[in-house]
């Protein structure tokens, strides 16, 4: 995760922080409905799988499981890269 001084991520470091942000955009869509229109569902996932009256409700709750999931991985993240900017830096001598 760290490499002369700059944090890298991991290929699925990147994929856990784009679900964690579209699980984000997804939830304020959600809000932003309740607030702007009467009873609009604007729930992204819902849409995508309790569409047409297909009963999918298992594969939508695993897409929030996911989302979840990955939201605790960044918990983590956030810990490590704090951690990572407190670690005292070592000094190289060049002769």
């Given at each position: 995760?760290?490499?002369?001084?700059?944090?890298?991520l991991?290929?699925?470091?990147?994929?856990v922080l784009a679900v964690?942000?579209?699980?984000?955009?997804?939830?304020?869509l959600?809000?932003?409905a309740?607030?702007?229109?009467?009873?609009?569902?604007?729930?992204v996932?819902?849409?995508?799988?309790?569409?047409?009256?297909?009963?999918?409700?298992?594969?939508?709750?695993l897409?929030?499981?996911?989302v979840?999931?990955?939201?605790?991985y960044?918990?983590?993240?956030a810990y490590r890269?704090?951690?990572?900017?407190?670690?005292?830096?070592?000094?190289?001598?060049t002769v």
């Open positions: 995760m760290q490499n002369e001084g700059q944090v890298r991991h290929w699925i470091e990147w994929i964690v942000i579209v699980g984000a955009i997804n939830w304020g959600v809000g932003a309740h607030f702007l229109t009467d009873g609009a569902n604007w729930n996932v819902n849409l995508l799988f309790g569409a047409d009256g297909l009963d999918v409700v298992a594969l939508e709750n897409v929030y499981l996911i979840g999931l990955g939201g605790l960044g918990v983590y993240m890269f704090y951690t990572t900017g407190r670690q005292a830096p070592t000094r190289t001598e």
